[in-house]
């Protein structure tokens, strides 16, 4: 396949940047579509599409339809068995899943989308906005091999090394470990320096110790110094870093394990959300390790 007609369902942070990526590389973006529908018109208007108001129609018009959305329910409702859905006249088309899901659903909708004759990719992914803008997101694909290999040209435009997981839920699995090491690596980041801070200690001295130590990590490059200052713009929210957290913890239940970390962290940031602080990026847990901060 190697122009496809491609639209995209969800254009928030993630979705618009992969969008412009995919229009910048020659791609044809032939529509978009957001519930939030002043967000859909002002991308179309960027990149020179159109948007549209029904989920049929971003089926309609294209071959390839990505879908961007925040959890479950969304996912659910965009692919939903009656009224308005990307089911309707699904046959032939492929659509590639990208949110972080619970691993059951990412099934639950394959087998929805090939009951109409469409097939399906779980594309899950781990990387921020800035990759998505610039293309080198890092791609953990699941379903069938040959739908794979046939979106190499477009994967490849996206992230510099897609990977082929396994069948359908595969790739939700490992995205939920990654983002439950990752956000057990935060938290406890949080709590190295406000423990540090709490002892009077040059915070910014402790992170490059922390760096040239076993205590060094990717969360540390990324997020340490946002701890510090206290500067919590949003790139990964405290919100989806509880949702993620749950989806793993849950993982682990089902598969007869104990977790403590991974439930602890899941209550930090629970906590976060239920403060109304669920928008700051998942450095913000500093913010309940802190002891001159008001959390």
Not at 131 to 147: D, I, P, S
Not at 177 to 198: D, F, P, Q, Y
Request: hydrophobic share 45%.
């Amino acid at each position: 396949m190697m122009s496809p007609k491609i639209s995209f369902v969800g254009v928030g942070r993630m979705g618009a940047n992969m969008a412009r990526r995919l229009k910048d590389c020659g791609f044809t973006i032939t529509v978009v579509y957001d519930r939030a529908e002043e967000i859909a018109r002002e991308l179309a208007e960027e990149i020179g599409t159109r948007a549209v108001t029904t989920l049929a129609e971003a089926t309609a018009a294209a071959d390839v339809i990505f879908t961007v959305v925040t959890d479950d329910a969304a996912q659910r409702a965009v692919f939903a068995e009656e009224g308005d859905s990307l089911l309707a006249s699904a046959r032939g088309k492929i659509f590639v899943n990208c949110a972080t899901l619970t691993p059951a659903v990412h099934v639950e909708m394959a087998q929805r989308v090939e009951s109409v004759g469409g097939q399906c990719l779980e594309a899950c992914m781990a990387s921020s906005i800035t990759q998505a803008r610039h293309g080198t997101l890092y791609l953990m694909c699941a379903g069938e091999k040959a739908v794979f290999e046939k979106l190499q040209p477009v994967l490849e435009k996206l992230s510099e090394k897609p990977r082929y997981v396994g069948e359908a839920g595969q790739a939700a699995q490992v995205k939920a470990l990654v983002n439950m090491l990752m956000n057990i690596n935060t938290a406890g980041l949080a709590e190295g320096l406000g423990l540090g801070n709490a002892l009077g200690l040059d915070l910014t001295l402790l992170r490059e110790i922390f760096a040239e130590t076993g205590a060094a990590s990717r969360v540390l490059q990324t997020d340490g110094e946002d701890m510090q200052n206290r500067e919590h713009e949003c790139y990964f929210s405290a919100a989806h870093a509880a949702k993620d957290s749950t989806i793993a913890w849950k993982l682990g239940v089902e598969a007869g394990l104990q977790l403590p970390l991974s439930a602890a962290v899941r209550l930090q940031y629970e906590r976060l959300v239920a403060l109304g602080l669920g928008d700051l990026d998942k450095s913000g847990v500093s913010e309940l390790t802190f002891k001159d901060r008001a959390w």
